[in-house]
């Protein structure tokens, strides 16, 4: 008994412990890469082809592709504390600061109910459309997404033709709206949590954000205009009365709450280690961090009214569904960003302009925060020296990498409705309300023939 318990706590000792750990780590052959490839392709194929199979077992199927690559990965890989430690890294620095990001904004987010009588004229989608796209850095793609999503609904109820302005929502709230900061987007928060400064997306993505926006804004107020006459829309013959009305605007308090901890987080005073798992580190900000945002949601479930969320059809699913699917692809991950780090020099000498298409060919059909992911690791980003002051050895091309594997990740997640997380809730939302979206190739001739224009725009003038 007495040798069991110190097998025990020597063990604990070698789990929490503070420090000393040296890890070995193994070359790893592509061949660890397939339940990555897999995970990826499952996401892109299976709710396409056999919806009903993939909504009652997507979280067996992100677990059966982790545990087909962790398992051989554990076992042969020639060095199980360094597999180990990787599992808790990944967890630890990546999956659980991703995932309570999403879950906070989500969750105040669907206490927010816009309520109020609008007429989808040209004008007021212009409008819902800009306010939506700003709010997305500040909310998130999702929470700017599920706030405004079905207040433009209801105000084109009457519409005849509504397809396009919910396509044009995913282009701009869902996607290109979250570049200007990590709260905005998933790939640039794993940026963040890699080391890059909050405001380096503001300072740097914020006129290539503008330039796509305007674009797509212009373009929207044509095709909007052509529909409006084509149906002869007449908005006094749908106009209400009731006035328009925020209620449970005071979740806005906890979106600062939300900045506020990130920003915190980031600060050099907090970037002590609070105690070690596996040997890593477990940072004070990080930790605080994650407290106040769990704290946030949780103050906005017990002060929102419940009716508020039930008027927003708030459920848990959205984040459910990411929750189960982000740890495959998270864990499935490791050894292709091992793989990148050991074989960097295979990128050296490539072009910016090559890895904004690469990255934004590769979000639109995987997904954006795992393929950013990959480029930034595949780039050899620096963050010491991405965030500095003066202009060192490799600073302005590490920059313009970053910038174009940013632009690549962001804005391109918006060509198909597997490239980012809030375009498939949103279409599903639309279905819900009687709209008859596009198919997946259909919604892609859409963005082929809007987004790929201004996305050449955008390479010719930022990249």
């Given amino acids: 008994m007495k040798n069991k318990f110190l097998f025990i706590l020597f063990m604990l000792s070698n789990l929490f412990g503070a420090g000393g750990h040296e890890y070995h780590e193994p070359a790893l052959n592509l061949v660890y890469v397939l339940p990555f490839v897999g995970m990826l392709l499952s996401i892109a194929i299976l709710p396409l082809v056999s919806p009903h199979f993939w909504e009652k077992n997507y979280g067996k199927i992100a677990l059966l592709w982790a545990l087909a690559f962790y398992i051989p990965f554990l076992l042969i890989s020639g ?37 109020g009588s609008l007429v989808g004229t040209t004008k007021i989608n212009l409008l819902i459309l800009a306010i939506g796209t700003i709010l997305s850095s500040v909310m998130g793609t999702t929470g700017s997404a599920m706030l405004l999503i079905r207040p433009l609904l209801k105000a084109n109820k009457s ?3 509504k397809v396009h302005t919910v396509v044009f929502f995913i282009f701009l709230v869902a996607n290109i709206g979250g570049s200007l900061t990590p709260l905005g987007d998933p790939p640039l928060f794993l940026g963040f949590l890699q080391g890059v400064n909050f405001f380096w997306t503001t300072t740097n993505m914020f006129f290539p954000m503008l330039t796509a926006s305007l674009m797509l804004l212009i373009i929207y107020h044509f095709v909007d205009s052509y529909y409006c006459k084509k149906e002869n829309f007449n908005p006094e013959k749908n106009k209400g ?24 987080s ?58 189960k699917l982000f ?24 072009s910016q302009t090559i890895y904004f298409w690469l990255t934004g060919i590769l979000s639109s059909f995987l997904d954006n925060a795992p393929t950013y992911l990959v480029f930034f690791n595949a780039a050899g980003i620096n963050p010491e020296i991405i965030n500095s002051v003066v202009a060192s050895e490799g600073f302005v091309e590490m920059t313009k990498n970053l910038l174009a594997i940013s632009i690549g990740a962001v804005f391109m997640g918006a060509n198909t409705y597997i490239g980012n997380a809030p375009n498939f809730m949103v279409k599903s939302i639309a279905e819900e309300n009687g709209v008859k979206m596009p198919s997946f190739f259909g919604y892609m001739i859409w963005s082929v023939l809007i987004l790929i224009p201004c996305f050449i725009i955008i390479n010719l003038i930022f990249i």
């Fill in 327 to 350: 740890i495959g692809i998270f864990i499935t991950i490791i050894p292709a960003i091992i793989i990148l780090k050991h074989n960097q020099e295979l990128f050296a000498g490539m």
């Fill in 266 to 323: 980031g600060m050099e005073s907090f970037k002590t280690s609070v105690f070690q798992v596996m040997g890593v580190d477990v940072l004070k900000g990080n930790l605080m961090r994650d407290l106040i945002l769990i704290l946030m949601a949780i103050l906005s479930l017990m002060l929102t009214k419940q009716e508020f969320r039930k008027m927003n059809g708030f459920t848990w699913h959205p984040i459910l569904e990411v929750a």
């Fill in 79 to 115: 060095n199980i504390p360094f597999a180990i430690h990787e599992l808790f890294k990944v967890l630890l620095t990546e999956y659980f600061p991703f995932i309570i990001l999403l879950f906070s904004l989500y969750t105040i987010s669907g206490g927010v109910l816009l309520k």
């Fill in 241 to 264: 009365t009731e006035k328009i009305k925020i209620e449970g605007a005071f979740n806005f308090i906890f979106i600062i709450g939300v900045i506020s901890a990130v920003l915190l």
């Fill in 159 to 161: 519409r005849k033709y």
